[in-house]
Nanobody, 118 residues
């Protein structure tokens, strides 16, 4: 069982930046990363990283978001730059999934709200 605690959300104007953090009890196998959800829609993958540091991004955030990890502290980070109003969502840290596009994580954080105003 992997326990995830995500934090760092907030409100920012378009063009601004935020950094999300995810404290993990341990690293999972396969990918770890973030998904996001708006309203009652399905959660969609945003960014992922594996134990070797290989990364994967949704096309909508590529070039603006950067995922990284601190192995010493079992912590993931999502640096979000050039934020747009359409990035507004609840962001969930996730663990043990195969793909940003089609992944179904086994473990989830509690979620943190990101709001981008125009």
């Amino acid at each position: 069982q992997v326990h995830l605690v995500d934090s760092g959300g907030g409100s920012v104007q378009a063009g601004g930046s935020l950094r999300l953090s995810c404290q993990a009890s341990e690293y999972s196998q396969n990918f770890m990363g973030w998904f996001r959800q708006t309203g009652g829609n399905e959660r969609k993958g945003v960014a992922a990283i594996d134990s070797a540091g290989r990364t994967s991004y949704a096309s909508s955030v590529k070039g603006r978001f950067t995922i990284s990890k601190d192995d010493a502290n079992n912590t993931l980070f999502l640096q979000m730059d050039s934020l747009k109003p359409e990035d507004t969502a609840t962001y969930y840290c996730a663990a043990d999934f195969y793909s940003v596009e089609y992944g179904l994580p086994r473990f989830w954080g509690q979620g943190t709200q990101v709001t981008v105003s125009s």
